[in-house]
């Protein structure tokens, strides 16, 4: 009976809830028409105090060009691994870059951001080009960028 109870009680706690929900959410980056080469670019989550937490996604052909996206660069370099298959082709003047990624929701108007450091061959390289707060208020809703990107949003 007491072997009966535990498990019952296991099946009680994971039925309400405890595990943490999670949403799809699409991220849509466009860039400046700017003159000269493709852009490198990190989409990634911070906390509040700007603290790297995870990386959604990686643009640029080298990766060894990747530590020009200084923030990310900085925030990312002990977890490599964490973005393994998270890279893709660098965006040109103009383009539009749109990807869906999976969001705790506990990390939903708690402070957190997403950022996008952007970087171009024999040009600037722009820690925090977007900042954008990761809130119920902001989605769908245009930010601005500082230097290459011209606009990113997100919606769930």
């Known amino acids: 009976m007491n072997k009966m109870l535990k498990v019952l009680t296991a099946a009680f ?3 309400t809830g405890t595990l943490a929900e999670s949403k799809e959410m699409t991220l849509t980056t466009i860039l400046k028409n700017y003159s000269g080469e493709a852009a490198y670019f990190a989409i990634y ?3 509040s105090k700007g603290v790297y937490q995870q990386t959604f996604w990686v643009g640029g052909k080298k990766a060894k ?3 020009g ?3 990310w660069a ?3 370099k002990k977890r490599r691994a964490e973005y393994d298959g998270k890279t893709g082709a660098s965006l040109k003047s103009g ?3 749109t990807m869906t990624v999976t969001l705790d929701d506990a990390w939903i108007d708690a402070g957190y951001q997403i950022r996008i450091d952007t970087a171009v061959e024999r040009k600037r390289r722009v820690a925090a080009d977007i900042i ?3 809130t119920t208020a902001d989605i769908g ?3 601005a960028g500082t230097v290459y990107v011209k606009e990113f949003s997100y919606v769930f």
């Open 13 to 15: 706690i994971f039925s």
């Open 45 to 47: 989550l911070t906390d």
């Open 65 to 67: 060009y990747y530590r």
């Open 69 to 71: 996206l200084l923030d």
């Open 74 to 76: 900085y925030g990312s």
């Open 95 to 97: 383009q539009t870059f």
């Open 132 to 134: 954008a707060p990761l």
């Open 141 to 143: 809703q245009p930010v």
